[in-house]
Nanobody, 118 residues
Framework: EQLVESGGGSVQPGESLTLSCAASGFTFSQYSISWYRQAPGTERLERDMVGFISRSGDSTDYVNSVKGRFAISRDNDKNTVYLQMNDLKPEDTAVYFC?????????WGQGTQVTVSS
């Protein structure tokens, strides 16, 4: 059971990035997926949820600070979830993690760094 994030990098304010979260070793379509981020200098327990997508992909939700800028989608045939991030701001700088949940089963990825700086 594994989640692998990719697509992070360093960008300037106003630019875009798309993160991917690729799953393997479990039935991906049975898991809802959330994206979290952990800002520099914070602990694991301080990770903030960025957004959520349901198992089928027909329902999403986002934290207010990213609404209108970020979008989550998923391709269950490819076992992958995406986080499209537009109009990035310095305060979006963090390590981004995806989390899969099905009942009591929870799987975290290892994270990918996003740095927004001029």
């Amino acid at each position: 059971e594994q989640l692998v994030e990719s697509g992070g990098g360093s960008v300037q304010p106003g630019e875009s990035l798309t993160l991917s979260c690729a799953a393997s070793g479990f039935t991906f379509s049975q898991y809802s997926i959330s994206w979290y981020r952990q800002a520099p200098g914070t602990e694991r327990l301080e990770r903030d949820m960025v957004g959520f997508i349901s198992r089928s992909g027909d329902s999403t939700d986002y934290v207010n600070s990213v609404k209108g800028r970020f979008a989550i989608s998923r391709d269950n045939d490819k076992n992958t979830v995406y986080l499209q991030m537009n109009d990035l701001k310095p305060e979006d700088t963090a390590v981004y993690f995806c989390k899969a949940v099905s009942g009591n089963l929870i799987i975290w990825g290892q994270g990918t760094q996003v740095t927004v700086s001029s």
